[in-house]
């Protein structure tokens, strides 16, 4: 087994620099010996055998159990030293079958009448508070941040995405706004204090999110207007919102759940209103999320690619007024998690234990794997029903930026968020 292991390893890592000692206690160089050194340990005949067969998988869960041990680098240095052979991967009879396997049984589960939306975003979003106070900013931004100048902060590129997202939706006093997936809060506080008189309804599935996001909204004395409810957006009745924002909950919907998705926004915006969505994307369909992920981080999930996503917007009797493609963010966003998160795997371990926390570090350095090498992107896509909501120029963007940091200039600082 041992030297069918490496017979594969030495097909797939041509260039490199990787010492690979086997469960055996064999050691072998790997690679032409260029680039960072490597050092990887199998702990056991076992690990070599899952991995091989399935390493999508298996490798993360070998990883977690410590069965699949860095002894110089760390999992990110491993995976891009991986990423940059991808040319010689090797896929047999047997792990091909398991792939279509896994994408057929993903696909009937995004088209089952069954809503898991609550379990799968609790499974996520609703663990202990205290682990993402580990890696996110002050203001709990748990999705792509936006580097704008290159070389900010994490809670600079936060406030600049918030900035961005915001100018695009082209907000006016005393408008009624819903948002989609509303996290800790953050985006609807934000918003909502950079207009007057604005009505803001922000939904969410997580229990969690939403004791936090009330708390916030009364400690800044703004919850008459700032509301935050325990609401699927499918069963969803209001009447008609002048502005609708999602900010990286699309990935969640399910690539089945598209059309009744874009069937609900046309029903909740109004007929010259304005909606922004943020989303993760890729180049092409995949028709699968990885296999690590869905089981262990985001259960059902799916990226969907702009291709995917524009159907299903105009099949719905939306318009789409720009897009917006913002590349490598989320490479800087997950490289800073990552970083923090490392950085307090004392706290991480005492919150859960050694296993979580690899979990966790697998999690975040294979989504940056993801930016980096498998051209994963940020889409940021206008919706309206009416080519007249918007402007027939961008010009308004940056104009709108301008005076948003003017408002932060002189918005009171965050609170802390307590739990």
Known sequence: MASGFLSIVQKIIRKGNLKLTLANGETHTV????????????ADEEAEKLIRRDPTLKLGEMYMDGRFILEHGNIYDFLAMVKQN????????????????RIALQQLKSRLPVNHNKRNVAHHYDLSERLFELFLDEDWQYSCAYFDPPGISLEEAQVAKKRHIAA???LEPNQRVLEIGSGWG???????????????????????????????????GIADRVRFELQDYRTMK??????????????????????????????????????????????????A????????????????????????IEKAGLLVRDVEVLPLHYAYT???????????????????????????????AGSEIGFRWDELFIMQI??????????DNRNYIPAAETKLKEFEAVRPPLEKITF
């Open 31 to 42: 690679g032409d010996g260029s680039g960072d050194f490597v050092a990887v340990r199998i």
């Open 382 to 391: 206008q919706i309206t029903k009416n080519q007249y909501s918007t402007p």
């Open 334 to 364: 997950l490289r800073a998690w990552r970083e923090r998160f490392v950085a307090r795997k004392a706290e991480a371990v005492a919150l859960y234990d050694e296993r979580f926390f690899r979990m966790w570090e697998f999690y975040l």
């Open 238 to 287: 209001a009447e008609p919102f002048d502005r609708i924002v999602s900010v990286g909950m699309f990935e969640h919907v399910g690539i089945g759940n598209f059309p009744g998705y874009f069937k609900k926004v046309h029903e909740l915006l109004a007929d010259d209103g304005v909606m922004v969505l943020h989303s993760i994307a890729r180049p092409k369909p995949s028709f």
């Open 168 to 170: 695009k939706m082209l």
């Open 186 to 220: 953050g985006m609807g506080l934000y918003i909502a204090e950079a207009t007057p008189g604005l009505d803001h309804t922000g939904i969410t599935l997580s229990e969690e999110q939403l004791k936090i996001s009330r708390d916030r909204a009364e400690k800044r």
């Open 289 to 312: 999320t990885n296999a690590f992920i869905e089981k262990y981080i985001f259960p059902q999930g799916y990226i969907p690619s702009i291709g995917e996503t524009i159907p299903a």
């Open 86 to 101: 991808t040319t010689n991967e090797i896929f047999d009879i047997p792990m091909a079958a398991l792939l279509i396997g």
